[in-house]
Nanobody
Framework: QVQLMESGGGSVQAGGSLRLSCSGS????????MGWFRQAPGKEREGVAS????????SYADSVKGRFTISQDNAKNTLYLQMNSLRPEDTGMYYC????????????????????WGQGTQVTVSS
């Protein structure tokens, strides 16, 4: 059973950086899509970035390209989201998620495919 837990959220000023981490019991080592999602107050949850467990097919939402980097350290059983040049519009609850698949190209097809979710970590960016 995969259980995920996020950490690393906090409050920063615009232009600052944060690194989110996701780890937990049964952490996926291979054959999984891993993703980061976020939900701002009053808005629907949206995909931020995704990656396959072999490190391939990293994908990003247009709004974070060039600023965020998703990565995975299998030795530490941890998924990361490095967030630089943060903006107030990046504020929200950030979730990591995973689903098992042999098809890496599905990683950015939508959150409905993800069946393992963490409880989220709050990121607040002030102007």
């Amino acid at each position: 059973q995969v259980q995920l837990m996020e950490s690393g959220g906090g409050s920063v000023q615009a232009g600052g950086s944060l690194r989110l981490s996701c780890s937990g019991s049964g952490f996926p080592q291979r054959g999984y899509c891993m993703g980061w999602f976020r939900q701002a107050p009053g808005k629907e949850r949206e995909g931020v970035a995704s990656i396959y467990t072999d490190g391939s097919t990293a994908s990003y939402a247009d709004s974070v390209k060039g600023r965020f980097t998703i990565s995975q350290d299998n030795a530490k059983n941890t998924l990361y989201l490095q967030m630089n040049s943060l903006r107030p519009e990046d504020t929200g609850m950030y979730y990591c998620a995973a689903f098992q698949t042999r098809r890496p190209w599905l990683c950015d097809y939508g959150e409905y495919l993800y069946n393992y979710w963490g409880q989220g970590t709050q990121v607040t960016v002030s102007s």
